[in-house]
């Protein structure tokens, strides 16, 4: 198993004028700690269980941006971007230049979006469950086509891209990570369109890899060709065997990377300890 660094909380004890410095120290560690890849939320409040929507939240891709220059071997991705937040074109163009200034280690992570009142508070349109698959699917179509380099019109339902033009092209084929567990639409579109999905643990778990499993079945493709990651919340006062536990049991269903967080993760030391989980966790 691999394990990734999660970043969802920007309230650093010294405020908004000490974030970069400890945002900057925080990427290097991990980076040089052997994390796989450094992961922000793509929100513009901050969520319920981290903290009330006031505290600091930084722009997702910006900060990617910041940390991109502050590491040298993680891959850099959001878990997740909501579709809604940004046109597609603007968002492949975004995730492109990620690649090329990071040296080739962008992955774009997208999921249907969730949070109606950051969306309302900030004037973005935030339509109906239904129609937020439609477009996150419209999405999908239109990063394969730009990763593609093609720039034929798109005609699509809810967006229409008269020349998709993507220059500089990404460095590498930009991989996507779908976030969600839908059995019906999400878990179908990680089947036909992406490299990676993220699953929340719990007992359901096992289940939802089996309905993605029955999906690449029907979409004739290879299982084991998908990425099959996590996310979890890490007791900062546990030992590094105590947090062994919870991710030997995640890797026994056949989640292969794990987000990790921690609170408090500003704290001297915090990130030096959740890095001894990547050599223990190694073999799993």
Known sequence: MKI?????????????????????????VADEAGFEA???????????????????MLEAYTT?????????????????????????????????????????RAMLGIGAAW?????????????????????????????????DGDESPIEGRHYQLGRPLNSPAPLHRVPIMIGGGGEKKTLRMVAKYAQACNLFPGPELARKLDVLKEHCER???????????????????A???????????????????????TSNLWEPGRVEQLAKLVPAVADL
């Open 219 to 237: 979409e004739g493709r290879d299982y084991d060709e998908i990425h099959k990651t996590s996310i979890s919340s890490l007791d900062p006062t």
């Open 115 to 147: 949070n109606e009142d950051e969306s309302r508070g900030l004037g973005v349109p935030f339509p109906p469950v239904a129609e937020r698959f439609e477009r996150l699917e419209e999405t999908l179509l239109i990063a394969q086509q730009m990763f």
């Open 38 to 56: 450094i992961a922000v939320m793509d929100h513009f409040f901050q969520i319920g269980g981290v903290g009330p929507p006031e505290n600091e």
């Open 239 to 261: 030992s590094v065997a105590e947090l062994v536990e919870p991710l030997s049991e995640l890797a026994a269903v056949g989640i292969e990377m794990v987000y990790v967080n």
């Open 64 to 104: 990617l941006g910041f940390l991109a220059a502050h590491t040298t071997r993680a891959q850099l991705v959001t878990v997740m971007t909501g579709v809604v937040y940004r046109h597609p074109g603007i968002l492949i163009k975004q995730v492109s230049t990620l690649d090329v200034l990071s040296g080739g």
């Open 4 to 28: 990734a660094l999660q970043i969802p909380d920007f309230t650093t004890p010294g405020g908004p004028a000490t974030l970069g410095p400890e945002l900057a120290r925080v990427a290097r």
